[in-house]
Each structure stands twice: as C-alpha cells, then as structure tokens.
C-alpha cells in the first residue's frame, strides 16, 4: 500500500565526486573503449613480434607520454605500467625478466601478447555500462570517472521531517528529571533516514497537546517529501497525531498492523506527500521505519525497495506470536546451509540495545507453538 502511493522524485544532474549513496536516473553507456588504448600490464620492455635474445633500446613509453613513432621488428623500448603499447609491439617483458647491458636488453622469447592489456577490454565503446536504478558505490563512482563521466543524472535525495511526540522526552545531555527520558527516536529515525539516502530537514520534539501536534505537523509537510513522527499514534487521551494528521487533511491508508514490534503504525498521503505514524517504544519506532517508511525513501530515488530481502535458517528456537508476525532482531553467521539467524536477546520494543549488533529483522509468521530451529524464514537486512 505504502508503494502504491510512491511516485519517484525529479532527478538532477550530480557531480560524480558527490555521487557516492545516489541513485542514477538514467542508463550510462561509454562512448569509448575503455582502456582506450593497448597498454602495458607491467614495467619492462615492449618488443615486436620474433624478438628473442639481447635488442637495442630505441626510446621509452611512460604513463601519459607515448613513445612517438612505431616499433620495429628487431627493437625494444622501455615501458612503464598504463603506458601507451606502441604499434609493432607484440609483447611486453617485465623488468625482473630481462637483462640490459650497452644500451642493449636481453628479454629472453617472450610469448606473443604478454603483458598487454587491449583497448576496450574492460568496456566496449557503446555498451552499457550501469543501468537506471543504480545505487552508486565506490566502484560504480569509479566506472562513472572510467568512462569520462563528470556528472550523471540522480534522483534528489527525498526531504524528511522527524518529529517525535511526548511530554516526557528530553534532550540527550540535559539534566535527569523525575518520569523524564533522554530523547532517542529522533536521532535513531534520523540516521535510518541518512542511511537510505534521505535528507533530514527538520527534526524536533512536540510535546502531547493537540495544538502543538498540528502546528508541528503542518510545519513539517509543509518542507518535506516524507513525515516521520513517532509517538501519539495509539488512542490514548495524550496520543494527537491522528487527529492532527485529519485536521491538516492527510489522507488515511492505514492504521494499526498485524505486526510485533510495531501495531499502532499508521500511513497516509497529503498530496504526494507520504507521511507516517510510527510507535513512540524505541525499537518499534525502528523496526517500523525500516519496514515501512525505508522502501518508501527507496522508491522515491527509483532503488528497489525490495533489494534488502532473503532469507536465513533459524540457530534456535522462536516462540510465534498467535495473531502477529514478528520482527525479530538477530545476528546473521554464515554455515554450509546459508546464513543462520540467531536472535540478539530481550526482544521487549522498549530495549533498544536489542538492535545493537542486529544484522537483520527476521520474519516469524503469526501463529501457535513454536518455529523451531533449522526453520528457514524471511529476513530484512539491516543496513
């Protein structure tokens, strides 16, 4: 339901310094071949064809000056690594493996195309070489510059406001205070935000006064292209922000999931704004992000959503929920049968330490009695 509402945003150009953790909007191909020259694999000597025993050195290649002229049968020039391979050469013997004495080189018989590296042999001029949808990595960075690239066209980085409701919530660093709390949600939403690619443009605390919740909610889709607040969700006599998010004219999708942790979450859309309710208790406020409002961040710089699911064998015994799936937290080992999920501990929505360590959210389906271990279950890879 959340992709369905999903529109990709407008792509711009980037410079490919800036590119890393971008998603191109648009196919790269090479306008040229790439080496795009024959050049040599080693330091040492280039010779033409035939050439055996000791040859006079008749000039030099080096990286970014070519040796001018062709080299004829019977001679040999001195060649460093990526250096322009001359026409007539037909080989290239390493340094270690040769002789010189008088001006002369003794490289043995080389075998015919040693240590020469072909034009177009990493990329064919025309070819495509990363496709739409990419998620730009350092090598995917370095092809870019590989084929001349300055720029390539990538989706903008969605805007996203976190706000995270509560009376009881105080900024880390202040001083403790009776049935007060350190604030963590906005700083744990925020770097789930950063770590899919999004831009945190707003982040504050509201506190639990229906005012305040539609002031502080009109402001943040005002800016943005994603809402996250988290807190005021369910249906207590404090909890505001559904019916601030109905004031302001967002559009219901859902609210409440058959999900543990997580339940009380809510989605909607103003506009092509998408915004979402997400539990106050710590880990279900992260657990639901990155199940729901992740993939959503996703889809708007046209990655796919679904890139960070597969699957993995239970190391133990879980306990199914009657009427909820689970997400529990696990750490991931690898074993002959693929990789095994072990649960990190405690998994209460309140014990944030939970996720410390936590390679994945794996899935437990609702249910009675128990998944036991060697069950192989879904997983969502925690980035």
């Given at each position: 339901?959340?992709?369905?509402?999903?529109?990709?945003?407008?792509?711009?150009?980037?410079?490919?310094?800036?590119?890393?953790?971008?998603?191109?909007?648009?196919?790269?191909?090479?306008?040229?071949?790439?080496?795009?020259?024959?050049?040599?694999?080693?330091?040492?000597?280039?010779?033409?064809?035939?050439?055996?025993?000791?040859?006079?050195?008749?000039?030099?290649?080096?990286?970014?000056?070519?040796?001018?002229?062709?080299?004829?049968?019977?001679?040999?020039?001195?060649?460093?690594?990526?250096?322009?391979?001359?026409?007539?050469?037909?080989?290239?013997?390493?340094?270690?493996?040769?002789?010189?004495?008088?001006?002369?080189?003794?490289?043995?018989?080389?075998?015919?195309?040693?240590?020469?590296?072909?034009?177009?042999?990493d990329v064919r001029a025309g070819s495509t070489v990363l496709t739409q949808g990419t998620e730009l990595g350092p090598a995917e960075v370095g092809v870019l510059a590989s084929v001349g690239?300055?720029?390539?066209?990538?989706?903008?980085?969605?805007?996203?406001?976190?706000l995270a409701t509560g009376d009881e919530l105080a900024p880390p660093g202040a001083p403790p205070e009776p049935g007060r709390i350190w604030s963590s949600n906005p700083l744990t939403v925020?770097?789930?935000?950063?770590?899919?690619?999004?831009?945190?443009?707003?982040?504050?605390?509201?506190?639990?006064?229906?005012?305040?919740?539609?002031?502080?909610?009109?402001?943040?889709?005002?800016?943005?292209?994603?809402?996250?607040?988290?807190?005021?969700?369910?249906?207590?006599?404090?909890?505001?922000?559904?019916?601030?998010?109905?004031?302001?004219?967002?559009?219901?999708?859902?609210?409440?999931?058959?999900?543990?942790?997580?339940?009380?979450?809510?989605?909607?859309?103003?506009?092509?704004?998408?915004?979402?309710?997400l539990p106050g208790n710590p880990v279900s406020a992260m657990v639901t992000f990155h199940l729901f409002a992740r993939p959503a961040l996703r889809a708007l710089q046209g990655a796919d959503?679904?890139?960070?699911?597969?699957?993995?064998?239970?190391?133990?015994?879980?306990?199914?929920?009657?009427?909820?799936?689970?997400?529990?937290?696990?750490?991931?080992?690898?074993?002959?049968?693929?990789?095994?999920?072990?649960?990190?501990?405690?998994?209460?929505?309140?014990?944030?330490?939970?996720?410390?360590?936590?390679?994945?959210?794996?899935?437990?389906?609702?249910?009675?009695?128990?998944?036991?271990?060697?069950?192989?279950?879904?997983?969502?890879?925690?980035?």
């Open positions: 339901m959340v992709l369905a509402a999903i529109s990709p945003l407008e792509a711009g150009e980037v410079p490919v310094g800036e590119a890393l953790g971008r998603v191109l909007a648009e196919d790269v191909s090479s306008e040229v071949d790439v080496p795009p020259f024959d050049s040599s694999a080693m330091d040492g000597f280039a010779v033409g064809p035939g050439a055996a025993g000791a040859l006079p050195v008749v000039g030099e290649s080096r990286a970014g000056h070519p040796f001018a002229g062709a080299l004829e049968a019977g001679e040999a020039i001195r060649i460093s690594t990526g250096a322009v391979v001359p026409e007539g050469a037909a080989a290239v013997v390493p340094v270690e493996r040769t002789e010189t004495a008088g001006g002369r080189v003794d490289v043995g018989t080389p075998e015919e195309g040693a240590n020469i590296r072909r034009a177009g042999e690239r300055a720029s390539a066209a990538c989706a903008r980085r969605p805007r996203v406001a976190v925020g770097a789930q935000v950063a770590r899919a690619g999004g831009e945190v443009v707003l982040s504050e605390t509201v506190p639990d006064s229906a005012e305040a919740t539609r002031v502080a909610l009109s402001r943040a889709l005002t800016g943005a292209d994603v809402v996250c607040v988290s807190g005021g969700v369910s249906v207590g006599e404090h909890d505001h922000v559904k019916g601030a998010f109905a004031a302001l004219g967002v559009e219901e999708r859902f609210w409440r999931v058959a999900m543990r942790p997580g339940q009380p979450t809510w989605f909607g859309m103003a506009g092509p704004v998408a915004a979402f309710g959503p679904a890139a960070t699911r597969t699957t993995a064998v239970l190391a133990e015994a879980v306990a199914r929920h009657p009427r909820r799936e689970q997400a529990v937290r696990v750490r991931l080992e690898h074993a002959d049968d693929g990789r095994r999920a072990t649960p990190t501990g405690p998994q209460g929505s309140h014990i944030l330490t939970s996720m410390i360590g936590a390679d994945a959210l794996a899935l437990i389906p609702s249910g009675e009695g128990e998944l036991a271990s060697g069950e192989r279950v879904e997983i969502e890879l925690l980035p």
